[in-house]
């Protein structure tokens, strides 16, 4: 079949140009390889910093990689990421409300009568104890509120001063006498009904273990821990070197410091009447052991070789007044465990 001489030119038009354009484009992939590998840096702009610009999608991607960048630095390194000086866990912790409160030295009255042998410096000093052992209270990461007992007006406006962190966890409770032992388990049976409560002495701090307190475990058995202290080299001495801050460990002595429990149900009556007495005296903790065994038919045990607090005592500064109340009818004993049930 011969072909019409206008439709062999079109063709052969056609033909012609496919050749030409698959030329062009072999000429151009060569050409940018070659620039590609022959290629050299752009000189920075003379006095200006290149800016790079990144979409959204990669600014959200290159946060997240230095966010876990920083976390694995501080994991990797002593001393960070530590609570009170101890290494955290991905463990959970239960919400722990603390009771607490502390005098103010520097009023004239307890410094006249209970203190007189000691310079205004040694008080000074002893206030500033009492602040660092509540201050590491309130940065314990399974305490949720730190309730504050006092009568003295200016001891609020004092701590409030003095605080560095963690201000927002803390709550004054004017009470009437906060120094007696009933004030505490008062306070908590009628406003912590089944939480977590701890009551320590302000200089007395948690450290680790807490994140191992079960509430329902504590409420089956009706537990109530009363843990013994702890040393450990504080900045101005080694509490580690005193052995009553270390009879957990060592030698126990039936010293004890730190109440944990959850209130159900009403404060026992024959336990009150057993404990109004002031907290600070000696052997208050074994007549608390006892009643709350005997007559409130708790189970007390002394898990401090799992719940460690720690002693801040360098000072050596104590109330002139104290007295061991504590007799062969009334002392408990909870000696060193492991055990949290």
Request: one cysteine or more.
């Amino acid at each position: 079949m011969k072909l019409k001489f206008g439709t062999y030119i079109f063709y052969s038009v056609g033909i012609i140009l496919i050749c030409m354009a698959l030329i062009k484009s072999h000429l151009y992939f060569n050409t940018a390889r070659n620039a590609s590998e022959n290629r050299q840096p752009l000189p920075p702009l003379k006095g200006k910093t290149p800016r790079i610009t990144k979409s959204p999608l990669v600014a959200v991607d290159m946060k997240l990689r230095e966010q876990t960048t920083k976390e694995r630095i501080i994991q990797s390194l002593p001393g960070l990421g530590s609570n009170n000086g101890t290494q955290l866990t991905n463990q959970s912790c239960p919400e722990i409300h603390v009771i607490c409160t502390m005098p103010l030295l520097t009023q004239q009255s307890l410094n006249t009568s209970r203190y007189h042998s000691y310079t205004i410096e040694k008080i000074q000093e002893r206030m500033s104890e009492f602040m660092t052992g509540l201050q590491r209270t309130l940065n314990h990461k399974c305490v949720y509120r730190v309730h504050l007992l006092y009568n003295q007006s200016a001891l609020v406006d004092y701590i409030k001063a003095n605080l560095e962190t963690s201000v927002e966890k803390i709550v004054f409770n004017h009470v009437p006498d906060p120094r007696l032992h009933t004030a505490y388990f008062d306070f908590a049976f009628d406003n912590l009904q089944n939480k977590i409560v701890m009551y320590t002495p302000v200089d007395v701090y948690p450290g680790e273990g807490f994140e191992s307190i079960n509430k329902d475990v504590m409420v089956k058995n009706k537990l109530m821990y009363v843990l013994t202290r702890h040393g450990k080299k504080e900045k101005h001495c080694d509490m580690q070197k005193e052995a009553s801050s270390n009879s957990c460990n060592g030698r126990y002595m039936g010293s004890h410091d730190s109440y944990i429990f959850v209130p159900i149900g009403k404060f026992p009556a024959d336990v009150k009447k057993e404990l109004t007495v002031t907290s600070i005296d000696y052997g208050v903790e074994n007549m608390s052991i006892w009643a709350f065994r005997n007559l409130g038919h708790y189970k007390v045990t002394n898990p401090c070789k799992v719940l460690k607090v720690y002693h801040l005592h360098c000072t050596g500064l104590r109330d002139a007044r104290r007295k061991r109340l504590n007799t062969g009818r009334n002392t408990g004993m909870a000696p060193p465990t492991d055990q949290l049930d």
